[in-house]
Each structure stands twice: as structure tokens, then as C-alpha cells.
């Protein structure tokens, strides 16, 4: 596709505007333009086939050493995991004792994503905390209008990460109790980012450094480093084995495919977990892993590497081409080819494309008239089902715009009742009497005025 800028007549491509034309290939051009995702990427070979990159942190402990920095370790008392990485280097996954980061857009669009992860730990007596101090990566506003800076990403990422470590203070606790979990794997990927970014620049390290100063969010007057950047799903892998043991609802007749999140796997791709015993270590582990372990079918499609269509600046400025993508190059392939019954991801962004998207098949001619549905939940709001959670309080399949009947039928889950028994409890929730998913101390702020354990007691806010 290309277009004209005004000057001197010649052709540029923006991806942006008017100026994008249809490309006008045939369908054999078509196919062989996108070949080399089936002959290529499902070996890993065009990650793997070059020379050794290097793992960010042999700098991270020499800098250490050297006094520069500090690292905040996964410890013993968070019960870590040892998972391989795509050049089969060990990543700790911490499985206890984690401060949720939480993700914006699943807060704000997708709530049973991060209940359904709450639930779960609930179930197996996790020690977490979900504390209200902390913020937005602010990685949407980097990547979808480019007005951001590597200085503001890089303070945002350790003022958090700082937070994650100070937090167990408010408890009573040393620091360094908790470890960060992350949410969003826009956060994940922009967080691994940033973390190579300030290894590997002093400069980008001593002007975020006079930043922190003044937060009063350095330790021992150094910058805080997280020995792994952790997300979600990598905790949910680790754990398949634990949550199949809890599992009670047979999902073996489910036929799902996998979307996996572009920035969850393409950004630092060498601290991404993969599996002998997943996909023959060929493809990223998350999810497809717990799937497996839940005993679901984990059907093949064609189009599984492509983006969600979401892209960012895509989503702002160029929304049919998202809508597009999204249902021309995800759903209907996952429908027409895998005959799927539920497409699973882990990322915010590609939940909520391919998910509130699918109407735009009723407006293409093509399809006559052919409406094209497909759940698409996360790999832990399965799990939750699977494991017995309630469909609509924990899961919360009514804020999905695509249907869940047909899926939870399959399942064996009576979503009837289910609706029927929710709707009774919004009744309890509008007279004032909600129920809490956790004790509320585990929000407990440890910023900047929070009330100690002890004081709290005194002032009758906890018992």
C-alpha cells in the first residue's frame, strides 16, 4: 500500500489516513506473501538462527557489584519456579508472596481477568497484595501516539517496581516480602524494554536516578532493579499442574485456539518462556500449556502469529483497520479452519480487539450476511471455569461483548441458573451489602500516608 505525501509526487507509506489502498492480491499472492510464517516462525528459527544475544542480566549483576544499583531478588520465601527461556536459560517465577500490577484496560474493560487471577490464588491460600499505590506503565500513551519518552517510561517502571518492594512495610513486614506480578503484557513487554534500556545506558540511569531522588524511591540512594520482570501467565504456567488439580468441570470436548500477545513474546523475546513438553518447544508455552493441562484440544490455525490487529496507533487512528484485521485475520480463520469454540489469549489489548470487535463481520458484503462469534477470554478466566468459579460474579462473562452461551453449554456450566443467581446478587449489592473477594488488608497502601497495621487497629479499621 502506498500513498501520496504532496511532495514531488512521490509514494510513501505512513499506515495512517486516505491514503491506504487496497493492495489487490490474489489469493494464491496472498498466500505465498505470508508463507514464510508457516515455513519459518513455527521453528523458532527466525528467533533462534542468529548469534547468541545476550541475557541483560549479566549486566544487571555486574552493575550490582560494581554498586550502581541494587536488585530486588525472587527469594526463597516466594516459592520460586524455574521455567526455560527460548535459548533455554532458567527464569525464576515467583509463586507466593506477589504484589499485583495491576492492568488499566483489564480494570476497565475486562474485570474478570484479574478476579478470576485473584480467585485462583484465593483458592490455593496465596499470600498477595492488590495495594491501591501504584499506576498506570503509561506504555499505551508510548506506542499509540509516540508523545511519550524513555525518561517518563523508565521512572514510571522503577517508581512502581520500588513500590512492590517497599509495600510490605505498612504490614510489619521486611522489604522485599512481596514480588511484582504483572498484569498486562503491554506492561510486560514495555517494562523488559525499559529494564535493558537502563542497564545499558549510565546516562539513562543517572537522569531517572535525580527523578527517583526527589520521589524519595531509591534504596540506599541507588536505583531498584527486578531480577525478572514476571507476567501472569508465566505464574499461570508454572502453576498448570496445581490448577488441573483443582479442576472440576470436564473440558475435554472444547476446541480452543490460542492468540498469542505480540507484546508478551515478540519484545525481548529471549526471556520468553518455552516448553519441551508444549508444542514441542516450537511456540511460546503460556497458555497453550495450561490448556493442555486442563485437557482441552488446542487446535492449529494459520493465522496464529499474526497481530490481534489492536497494534495501538492502529486502534486510534486507523480503527477500521484494526476491526478489519481482527475479524478477517483472527476470528473467521479460528472459526472457519479450527472450529473453535473459545479463542484464548493473555493480554489486555487482544482480549478486548478480538473480543468487541466481531460485529464488523455483519457489515462486510463478503460475508453475506454471515455473523461470525467467537468467546475470547483470557487462559486464567478458563481456568477459573474449569475450576469451578461462578461464570458471571468471578469470570464476569457479561462484560464480554461476544456470546459465552454455546461455550459454557459445552462446558456443562448452566448458565441460566448461573444469570438467574447473579441477578440476585446485584440485588444484595444495590442495598449496600457487596461481598469482598479478599480481605480488604490486602489492599493496604504502603505510599506516602499510609496507616500502619497498629494504628489502623487502634482506629477500628481492621480488626
Known amino acids: 500500500m502506498a500513498g501520496k505525501n504532496g511532495n514531488n ?152 517496581f520500588h513500590q512492590a518492594y517497599v509495600s510490605a512495610k505498612a504490614e510489619g513486614l521486611p522489604e522485599g516480602y512481596y514480588y511484582p506480578l504483572v498484569h498486562c503484557g503491554t506492561s510486560f513487554g514495555n517494562y523488559k524494554e525499559v529494564r535493558e534500556y537502563l542497564l545499558l545506558s549510565a546516562e539513562l540511569r543517572d537522569k531517572v536516578k535525580k527523578i527517583l531522588g526527589k520521589l524519595d524511591r531509591l534504596i540506599d540512594g541507588k536505583l531498584l532493579i527486578p531480577e525478572e520482570v514476571v507476567h501472569y501467565s508465566e505464574w499461570v504456567h508454572v502453576m498448570r499442574g496445581d490448577i488441573a488439580n483443582r479442576q472440576t468441570i470436564d473440558v475435554s470436548n472444547v476446541r480452543a485456539t490460542i492468540h498469542p500477545a505480540c507484546h508478551v513474546y515478540k519484545m525481548i523475546p529471549q526471556d520468553v518462556i518455552y516448553d519441551d513438553d508444549v508444542l514441542d518447544g516450537n511456540r511460546v508455552a503460556v497458555s497453550t500449556g495450561i490448556m493442555q493441562s486442563l485437557g482441552a484440544q488446542v487446535i492449529d490455525y494459520s493465522t496464529w502469529y499474526d497481530c490481534c490487529g489492536f497494534g495501538f496507533r492502529h486502534i486510534i487512528s486507523e480503527r477500521e483497520f484494526t476491526r478489519s484485521f481482527a475479524i478477517d485475520r483472527k476470528i473467521k480463520i479460528a472459526i472457519n479452519e479450527a472450529k473453535s469454540d473459545v479463542m484464548i489469549g493473555h493480554d489486555t489489548g487482544c482480549i478486548t480487539t478480538l473480543d468487541k470487535n466481531q460485529w464488523i463481520a455483519k457489515a462486510d458484503e463478503a460475508n453475506e450476511g454471515k455473523n461470525y462469534e467467537l468467546p475470547v477470554i483470557s487462559d486464567i478466566q478458563f481456568a477459573a471455569l474449569a475450576c469451578g468459579a461462578d461464570p458471571f460474579k468471578i469470570v464476569q462473562s457479561h462484560w464480554h461483548a461476544s456470546p459465552f452461551e454455546n461455550l459454557f453449554e459445552k462446558m456443562g456450566i448452566d448458565w441460566e441458573a448461573g444469570k438467574k443467581n447473579f441477578e440476585e446478587y446485584l440485588k444484595q449489592v444495590e442495598a449496600g451489602n457487596p461481598e469482598n473477594l479478599y480481605d480488604p488488608r490486602r489492599r493496604i497502601t504502603g505510599g506516602p500516608g499510609y496507616i500502619n497495621v497498629e494504628e489502623r487497629k487502634k482506629l477500628g479499621m481492621i480488626k
Open 9 to 160: 509526487g512521490e509514494d510513501r507509506f505512513t499506515g495512517h489516513g486516505s491514503e491506504w489502498r487496497d493492495s489487490n492480491l490474489s489469493a494464491a499472492d496472498a498466500m505465498t506473501a505470508t508463507s514464510w510464517v508457516e515455513a519459518k516462525i513455527d521453528k523458532r528459527s527466525m528467533l533462534t538462527n542468529k548469534d547468541r544475544v545476550h541475557d541483560i542480566r549479566d549486566v544487571m549483576w555486574q552493575l550490582e557489584k560494581e554498586g550502581e544499583i541494587k536488585v530486588h531478588r525472587v527469594g526463597e520465601h516466594n516459592e520460586p519456579r524455574i521455567a526455560k527461556t527460548l535459548y533455554g536459560w532458567d527464569k525464576k517465577i515467583p509463586t507466593n508472596r506477589l504484589w499485583h500490577h495491576k492492568s488499566c484496560g483489564q480494570c476497565g474493560n475486562i474485570p474478570g481477568y484479574p478476579t478470576s487471577l485473584l480467585w485462583m490464588m484465593n483458592e490455593m491460600e496465596l499470600e498477595y497484595l492488590d495495594e491501591t499505590d501504584q499506576t498506570s506503565c503509561t506504555a499505551w500513551n508510548y506506542h499509540g501516539s509516540g508523545i511519550g519518552n524513555i525518561e517518563s517510561l523508565a521512572a514510571v517502571f522503577l517508581r512502581n
